[in-house]
């Protein structure tokens, strides 16, 4: 698989700054891929979910210029097959576990999470999943097996590690899986949580998604390493490059190590080639991007003008199936649209509960006679606005 | 029964909470084989194989994510420090990771994080640290700092039993110092309660840990040559403090001295003394004062750390400033 | 001369600094050819290179350390956080390394750590910490924290021109909201001195940072609204601290409230609290009282942070049972 | 260098945990070492360092049964090599610096640490490098070209990176070398320093001592890597492992590593195999290590036998040549040890000096009438003692 991955068309552009790792259709026949075993239900499902994660996204969009949106907005325009594809391959009936960054909406979506959760956070409601306490994705549930990031990167190699500790200490044939950026892998987080994994075989699968950039600073700046992957070898695992933007490359990579993982083999490092062709968040303009460079990657490798063609050239899917899918997408999203506005916001007092099991509210300011002592005019001026510009 | 040292009651806790639930594990550096750089560890490994006692990589930010994670999915880690002084490397997850996880995600982050702690042992500016002050100030930590072996014992159980996660700190100077006779059956101190380790009636010194000793050592001292009566009370618990305890003693002796090992700038006897201030202001007839370590790192060689660190004449000579006041 | 914002004035230090020593250099996340996450270190690259505008891998401790490295060697670091929270994963090279290392090494290590800090803006638990207490409780460090553009300008000069490390907080909420006119010339702001924000009779508010602007809009409605003559003190260094500017407010007083934005168990209120008790306990006609933010991660939706956070009218309010008192 | 450097006898033994890395007399000459450039009285001088440390820690031993030393001590018998052989790789005519850990007392003695600092310091005198004020080892001297290590682990990374950006900023023709342990590669900071350090391609060496163990930790419950040094491609630098208990092994490996920084092509990282034969520290009875290792180790590949052996072999030295060393070795710690005995313990107040250029002496204690506040009465009985048995 390895080889497989990493073989790519990259003699075709000249001195581009970040380069895919695209797997051309030839490789599929090299050798029986896991997602050869996927059905055209479950293909279309991971169209469904990319599709959802690139519409949903830009929904935000619209409510954010409307200010609607509290605090700033990231995308995942252009990766979003990565997250999709990689989540896909995790085993939901086992209670497979997954950790996503702050560009794996994606993964989030497809181990469960509503896109109404998602607006409701985004708008800080009351009935957002957090009630208004943590940012845009920044979100779990156990249930569905899903943990939410803190802002601090690498953070949650750590946490995944000992969650798939528990898992293989308690002899459960559970699988976790861990999102961290290109930016992320200099973290000493990053470093001390898959090492721990790594010698304690847990059962965790650690996927790099290497979209070229941490906010502004390229790949070059973040690391002398030729390849992400080859950090796995500083871990005694397994490092596999894999394209990001071909979503059945990345579910075949994931499934592997997913399956390895399973098997009790321990750790493996995934590297997946993608590229983010929005900015840090949405007040970033991009300056720092080479000419051409977004534009290149839009033309000739956006994951969904991609999956599309395949679907239609391998499986015979007709563009009308699609629509059908993309439409029932905005009804979707219209529909928790409309919910979500409705949403209230959170009671203040609210703020002070469950900060421990006991007790649980915290002691309140005794000079606050009620949530009201906030008055309007203390709101800062022009917040929201403000955040946006700042990010 | 025989009498027990703090640092076997520590073991003692260990072992009769890892017995009681499977979910229980242990994980630090050298702990397994080796006991632990203290031996506090010691019998853990062959009595619970290496799946519940895991020797780890020296990566403190690493294991303690790891607990984390681990204590999501129901299990009950603690966490060895082999120095509390590592405890720094683990600061970010603790305080933004650990301490956060139920109030913005809803997670139960049920773990333990222990070490030895604390100076008068010549460890020199890295092996002697006491670090409350600095996580006082994190909402969703709780922090014990137990200064006898049963409240050593009962205030790890009932660590280990609490849904929250609790900085456990263990004082080194007292590990083979003091003993005592364990209290029968399961013995649980309840964390968030102080307790009076002596009566008096002219003066209160509140303290925890190794300064416990040492004030009552100037207790005693300040009765027999001074004929002043002091009371001594140990938090044992700092997060959450036990307020009515500290209120109480301040209402019946009206002065007030705060001792701690740790150093002065922002170290918890602020916090003490903002508390009396806001809640018993009227009972005050003296100002509150505080002993407490110097404002430098803690120094090695004899002469200095004794100059540095609190000892009993500073402790009897505040006191009659206090009583005189 | 033009009125310049308070990131303006951050930034017209640093370029000064770097113009008036070649030895001072910056480093951080994105602060090359972006010019930083808030803009702060924009137009730096273009005209000092990159040699001395270093845009780093994201590793708080590696690039924290790696100042503390070439301050040893005359270099002068600035360090930028992207967001001040993040500086907690720089908290045992900070405390550990750089804070002891002119105490236990005679090694000078003359840095600034820099970057946005506070709330008020709707960053959520991650991106809007204060983490001064954090610090404050360290033996070695400095820490400033300005309210006014003038003072963010002369205080960043004197903690780059300081011979050991200052931790320098910029309150985002005030980067682009409060304008003034710069001094002229070399303008430099002392390490260690407070301001009197506003002269005052009946009470003395004392604050820092954002804070210090809810303070005075409290004093004036206090003053209108109810005739009571406020003296607010802006701290603007916390370590040290301008001991005798607070005990000469407080005796001219009699009554003091702190406020600041941090949150309440173990901030630096607790501090100033027992400092005044020790040094000027006598002169106080009342408890001393803090209005702080409630002790939670601070939440994100408005109507939680607004809650959470110190307003005018809490500071109104608790001014006023002060005076009653 | 990397290939005749890793070529060792494996085969000879059998199962043994900690295997070295040796190298055989014919694989000098493979081609030119920079060692063979080295004349007889720098390799006489090889020779003195490496009996200089085994020698002094010899006393030390003494000095702490006699309780005369504070606090735990620390061995590096049978890893002198390592430590002398690469330091001795520095010019410290031209200002080169180097930061040792607890097992590189010889490295300082290279750059001219002298016993009387060094048993002082154990002592806690006044007038030792640090005042009584850190441990052991843990001092430094701009002037000489050596930072103390604090006890965090993987911290000097970082640092080390800084001092060697600061040689690049400034155009200076200087090298840094920085010493890790096996264990102390799995910290954040060692991760965090070297990438930061190889992406500016700051003039510095990194040499991990690969010595079997952290305390008790034996290298495969630290990290599940197979060699250390391949954790060097984790950050796109040359990694290459040689014998560290060969000196001149380690002198060549090294020498080329500096050479290459001088040259401003970045860090190289070395893992030199070598093998603690005490404990951890004095009071550590080694209780974890497998049976007849350490003899094996002691009577194999002990680095001084080594070198005495191949002095005679390749250099013809007379054994009274060194014998003579030996005795001046001898004399210079007897001196040393007689006046740091002489040496006062510090005055109390010394205590609150320099915590701040500005203001120079911390507040007093109000309270203490003088330095005189302690009593004797005071001192934690079995002080000393209690830290020995408990490290
Ligand atoms: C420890 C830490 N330092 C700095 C930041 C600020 N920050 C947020 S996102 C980001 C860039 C992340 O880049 P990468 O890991 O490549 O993820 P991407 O955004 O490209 O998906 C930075 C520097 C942070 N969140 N955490
Ligand atoms: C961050 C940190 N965690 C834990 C320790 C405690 N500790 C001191 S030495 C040591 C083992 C070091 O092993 P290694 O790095 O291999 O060096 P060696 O002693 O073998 O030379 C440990 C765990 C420490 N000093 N720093
Ligand atoms: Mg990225
Ligand atoms: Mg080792």
């Known amino acids: ?391 | 029964m025989a009498e027990v040292t703090y640092l076997e009651a520590i073991r003692e806790a260990l072992f009769e909470e890892m017995e009681r639930d499977p979910n229980v594990f242990v994980m630090g550096e050298d702990i397994g084989a080796y006991g632990g750089a203290f031996k506090v560890t010691e019998g853990l490994m062959e009595k619970f194989g290496e799946r519940r006692v895991i020797d780890t990589p020296i990566s403190e930010a690493g294991f303690v994510g790891a607990a984390a994670g681990a204590a999501h999915m129901g299990m009950r880690p603690v966490v060895e420090m082999q120095f509390i002084d590592f405890i720094s490397c683990a600061y970010d997850m603790l305080t933004n990771y650990v301490a956060t996880s139920r109030y913005r995600a809803f997670l139960p982050c049920p773990m333990v994080v222990r070490g030895p702690s604390g100076g008068y042992v010549r460890g020199g500016p890295f092996h002697s640290q006491n670090p409350e002050a600095a996580f006082l100030h994190t909402p969703g930590l709780k922090i014990v700092y137990p200064a006898t072996a049963s409240d050593a014992k009962g205030l790890l159980k009932s660590a280990i039993r609490d849904e929250d996660p609790v900085l456990y700190f263990e004082h080194k100077y007292l590990y083979r110092r003091i003993k005592e006779e364990m209290p029968a059956g399961d013995h649980v101190v309840p964390i968030g309660k102080a307790r009076t380790a002596r009566a008096g009636t002219d003066l209160s010194i509140i303290t925890y840990a190794a300064t416990v000793w040492k004030s009552l050592e100037a207790a005693e001292q300040l009765e027999k040559e001074h004929g002043i009566s002091v009371e001594v009370i140990d938090l044992r618990s700092l997060l959450p403090m036990d307020d009515e305890a500290i209120y109480e003693t301040v209402k019946k002796t009206n002065r007030v001295l705060i001792v701690h090992e740790d150093t002065r700038t922002g170290g918890v006897a602020g916090e003490i003394t903002a508390r009396i201030n806001e809640h018993a202001f009227e009972w005050l007839d003296a100002p509150i004062l505080r002993v407490t370590a110097a404002d430098v790192p803690l120094p090695y060689s004899p002469p200095l750390e004794d100059y540095v660190l609190p000892q009993v004449p500073d402790i009897v000579a505040v006191a009659r400033k206090l009583v005189a006041y």
């Not at chain 1, 961290?180 to 998604?209: M, R, Y």
């Not at chain 1, 003008?305 to 015979?316: E, F, I, K, M, V």
Request: hydrophobic fraction near 35%.
């Open chain 1, 1 to 391: 698989m390895a080889s497989r991955a990493s073989s790519g068309s990259k003699a075709k552009r000249a001195a581009a700054p970040h380069e895919p790792n695209r797997s051309r259709p030839g490789d599929a026949q090299v050798m029986a891929r896991p997602s050869d075993a996927l059905d055209i239900e479950q293909k279309l499902q991971l169209y469904y979910y990319m599709r959802l994660t690139r519409a949903l996204e830009e929904r935000l969009v619209n409510l954010y210029r409307q200010t609607k949106v509290i605090g700033g907005l990231f995308r995942s325009l252009g990766q979003e097959a990565d997250a999709v594809g990689s989540a896909f391959a995790l085993d939901r009936s086992k209670g497979d576990f997954l950790s996503p960054l702050i560009r794996n909406l994606g993964s989030m979506l497809v181990q469960g999470a509503r896109p109404l959760e998602i607006i409701r956070q985004y708008m800080a409601k009351a009935d957002s999943p957090t009630r208004g306490r943590e940012l845009n994705i920044h979100f779990g549930d156990l249930e569905r097996g899903f943990i939410g990031q803190i802002s601090h990167l690498g953070d949650m190699v750590p946490v995944m590690a000992g969650v798939t500790l528990s898992f293989k200490l308690r002899g459960e044939s559970r699988v976790g899986l861990v999102y961290v950026g290109d930016g992320a892998t200099s973290t000493g987080a990053f470093h001390e949580g898959i090492n721990f994994a790594a010698v304690q075989k847990c059962p965790l699968v650690v996927v790099v998604e290497n979209n070229g950039y941490a906010y502004s600073t390229p790949l070059s700046k973040q690391t002398a390493a030729r390849e992400l992957k080859d950090k796995a070898l500083a871990y005694g695992i397994p490092g596999i490059r894999a394209d990001g933007n071909d979503v059945l490359a990345t579910y075949d990579v994931t499934k592997e190590a997913v399956d390895r993982a399973r098997r009790g083999e321990g750790v493996t490092l995934i590297e997946l080639m993608t590229y983010r062709r929005k900015g840090h968040a949405e007040h970033d303009n991009q300056s720092y991007v080479p000419e051409g460079e977004i534009e290149r990657w839009l033309r000739e490798n956006d994951p969904l003008d991609r999956y599309t063609a395949q679907l239609s050239a391998t499986d015979g899917v007709h563009p009308d199936a699609l629509r059908a899918i993309d439409e029932r997408v905005q009804q979707e999203i219209d529909a928790a649209t409309d919910l979500a506005e409705q949403s209230a916001m959170p009671e203040p007092t609210d703020a002070l509960t469950g900060i421990y099991a006991d007790p649980p509210v915290a002691d309140p300011l005794w000079y606050r006679e009620s949530g009201a002592a906030v008055t309007e005019h203390e709101r800062p001026a022009g917040w929201g606005v403000y955040e946006k510009a700042n990010g």
